[in-house]
């Protein structure tokens, strides 16, 4: 079995968690053995531990690993995480996500400079923190450029986001850099009908006529959920029957259900907190929405295209390699409101929900995104490497 330690900041909600616990679970019939480090969640994020649960994943969890800028947790990470190391002997040490990207090359570069064998490094970019999350971005562009240095290969799951970090940020040699997009099991998603879609709507307790607009994701400032509300305010004056779902849970639900109430719209916009049962959820959507100011390959648009929903979106981060033909959906650019309004409005119009567009958005990400081609583009990485 060749070892591989991966290492992710968190498991919380979202593609890197889900890519994370899979790949450590499936990887094994590919004669990978996996250890997976993660972290500690920020407070009210929602906690996809689960996944490990489910599947017979070696785990361990770093209290001292997290999301914010803390020296002398990041220092315990590292030694944590060597100690890890020096115990598993791993051949290959793949990180997620920027922090644990940081602190667990860090460890790996102190692993290789007493391991019997050095341990191939990968890290992979899920979008990138030098916009929108840091304040300081500068600084975190040098350590990028540093560690990539040490790091064999450089992951981005989209073109735009490798062109970004390569080109913009100049990250990393050409030669180091790898495209492999995200993975998922969609087949609960794709295998939604008309009846499951009315069982969806029943179990949220949604009238089966009204229009439902979705968004779903943590609410935090990078999600730009006020953008969504203020375009369901708009939208309601058009289609005063429309109600507006937000499915996520965070430090920001305060503040957005008080800002919902003074927008009018405390009867139709419906705050559920997170959701496992994500088949629910995109059954009982119209139009799902995504308003970020950053993103890597947004999760949420593959899920609702699998389920057979239009998406309308801001222009950001990958949303253009996902969303690539105007029959998966509508893109504005980020706050144009009256934009974004106007593409949901045509997304609820039944020319959008023909039994053609469905079957078009299902068979467009499933063939891009499913997840067998993921643990097959990763094995194959893998062994390049070795």
Known sequence: MIRVARIITRLNIGGPAIQAAMLSDRLRDRGFETLLIHGRLAQGEGDMSYLLNHRQVQASYLPSLVRSVSPLADARAVAAILRHL?????????????????????AAI???????????????????SLEGYFRYAGAFISIERLLARRTDRL???????????RDRYHIGRANQWSVVPLGFDL???VAIDGQARAEARRVLGLDPATPVVTIVGRLT??????????????VHARQPSALFV?????????????MASRLGLREQARFLGWRQDLATVYGATDVCVLTSRNEGTPVAVIEALAAGVPVVSTDVG????????????DIAPDNDVNGLAAHVLTALSPAARTAERI????????????????????????HSLL
């Open 359 to 382: 079957a078009a958005r299902r068979a467009s990400v499933t063939a891009r995104y499913g997840f067998d081609r993921l643990v097959s583009d990763l094995a194959t990485l893998y």
């Open 221 to 234: 400032a990078i999600k730009q959920h006020e953008l969504f509300l203020r375009v369901a305010h708009e």
């Open 155 to 165: 992951i981005a799951i989209s073109p735009r986001i490798a062109a970004d970090l």
């Open 86 to 106: 020096k115990t598993f002997k791993p051949q290959i040490v793949h990180t997620h996500t920027a922090k644990a990207g940081t602190v667990g090359r860090a």
């Open 246 to 258: 937000i499915v996520g849970d965070g430090d920001r639900r305060i503040e957005l259900e008080a």
């Open 187 to 189: 087949a609960p998603l």
């Open 110 to 128: 102190a692993y290789n400079r007493s391991a019997v064998a050095r341990a191939r490094t990968v890290h992979t970019y899920h979008g990138h």
């Open 318 to 329: 990958g949303v253009r390699d996902v969303v690539n033909d105007p029959a998966l959906g």
